[in-house]
């Protein structure tokens, strides 16, 4: 009765694939909606102009200013590297040094002429970069809903901490002294532990790998996190992952579980049996 009452890896594990892929698709629906309040479409075309503006300014006179001015310039497909002196150097600057001259020949006055008329580097970055933050926020927020809805709402309606996949597959969240968890505990294992340590953190590994420039780094925490959930899972004796350590909960068996409502029912019911014990042990 006490027990408590462990399921097998299997189920626990199609539940939760269940469960991943319905986040997904309403992370993804509420991202839809997000784009459309941010108007992300539009800054996404906007960036893109942007760039096309400078890179076809960049091919057509970004060479000859650079040898005008003592850089060297070298193009690699749609790279290219911008030196002085052995130094490396930016487009920035060649760009600050026409500006300062308002160019002092026929290639480098059309040159500036045409940067005139051109979007200015810097607001191409500004895009870009604004661009990368409403993905950020819309991918961030997005899993948050999705969190919210699926993990902490439907486990109340449901009851017993039941997610639609643990519904499924007849899987409940308890205490690991078999009494119900409260909406608290639910919370913290739904926002603290599965959104924010679980899935933003890497989240935001992923983001600084692409666009932040931190490399093997974020590759190296999000390999650590990951090993740290598998040796949570198989070495604990309930095999709880971090979101279940941080909440204090365990998943049961739904179909055979004893679930007591509160401390005082348990701390009751292991009365009773104990004087059945003792009675019987007496008779």
């Known amino acids: 009765m006490f027990e408590l009452r462990k399921i097998g890896i299997v189920r626990r594990a199609s539940a939760a694939l269940l469960d991943v892929i319905l986040l997904v698709v309403l992370t993804t629906g509420f991202m839809f909606i997000l784009s459309l309040i941010c108007n992300y479409s539009a800054n996404e075309k906007l960036s893109y102009k942007y760039h096309d503006e400078w890179e076809g300014f960049r ?18 497909g749609n790279n290219y590297t911008i030196t ?13 040094s026409l500006s300062d001259s308002k160019g002092q020949d026929a290639a480098t006055k059309a040159a500036y002429d ?9 607001k191409v970055n500004w895009q870009s ?14 899993l948050l809903l999705a969190y919210i809805t699926l993990e902490f709402v439907l486990p109340i309606i449901f009851k017993n901490g039941q997610t639609v996949g643990k519904k499924v597959f007849g899987i409940c969240l308890i205490r690991p002294n078999c009494v119900k968890i409260n909406n608290l505990s639910l919370f913290a294992r739904t926002i603290l532990g599965k959104y924010a340590i679980e899935t933003m953190f890497p989240v935001l590994l992923v983001f600084l790998f692409i666009f932040g420039g931190i490399g093997i780094l974020a590759l190296i925490l999000l390999a650590a996190l990951a090993l740290l959930n598998i040796v949570l899972f198989f070495a604990t004796k309930n095999r709880t992952p971090i979101h279940d350590l941080l909440a204090c909960t365990v998943a049961a068996d739904m179909r055979v579980q004893m679930i007591f409502q509160t401390e005082d029912e348990l701390v009751e019911k292991k009365a009773l049996a104990h004087r059945e014990l003792v009675g019987q042990a007496n008779g």
């Open 114 to 122: 045409a940067s005139l008329e051109l979007t200015p580097a810097e």
């Open 84 to 96: 002085k002196d052995g130094k490396k150097s930016s487009l920035s600057a060649l760009m600050t």
């Open 129 to 142: 970069e604004y661009v990368y933050n409403l993905l950020f926020m819309m991918t961030s927020i997005g």
């Open 59 to 76: 091919k057509a006179y970004v060479a000859e200013v650079a040898e005008y001015y003592g850089y060297d310039y070298k193009t690699t």
